[in-house]
């Protein structure tokens, strides 16, 4: 569906319009109306920040767009960041379970030392998950979670622990 925004003197007034609405309303697009182009708000990769949840609206091309501004973090940001991921990666109950993992810096996220392997999709079974067993330093199906309460995992003893 096509977008317009009204326009006086080369700025924007209030937000797009549907191209639907304003024909309804005026009969037609006024002359005042300018094309707009939607553009999503982008996912920020590892080391960039969304500096508005907001776009403005600039002119790309000779039609008005969203314009998000993207900044990439500075070295400190990212020596801040990863610290902060290792910090809660250690933090967190039986964190000793994943004491083998590192962190990627390029991607900023915590890496097993072994890849997860990818499931046999022909023997897929609701019940059974795989998870990293530190004690092995390896990945282990862990056993089916019991259904008659409210348990937890312990990674240490390989089995579920009720509440």
């Not at 767009?65 to 020596?79: F, G, N, P, Q, Y």
Request: hydrophobic content about 35%.
């Amino acid at each position: 569906m096509n977008l317009y925004i009204e326009t006086n003197n080369g700025q924007t007034i209030n937000h797009p319009a549907f191209e639907d609405n304003l024909i309804q309303a005026f009969g037609s697009i006024p002359e005042r109306f300018e094309s707009f182009n939607r553009v999503e708000r982008p996912i920020p990769t590892a080391y960039q920040i969304l500096v508005s949840q907001e776009p403005t609206y600039q002119k790309v091309n000779n039609v008005w767009t969203d314009v998000w501004d993207l900044r990439d973090m500075t070295a400190e940001e990212k020596l801040a960041k990863q610290q902060f991921l290792r910090d809660a990666y250690n933090t967190r109950e039986q964190a000793s379970n994943w004491s083998a993992w590192t962190l990627d810096e390029v991607t900023c996220k915590m890496q097993p030392p072994i890849p997860c392997p990818v499931p046999d999709q022909t023997k897929i079974d609701a019940d059974i998950f795989t998870a990293w067993c530190g004690a092995e330093n390896n990945w282990k199906d862990m056993p089916v979670q019991p259904t008659d309460g409210q348990y937890k995992f312990d990674f240490f003893a390989w089995q579920w622990v009720a509440l």
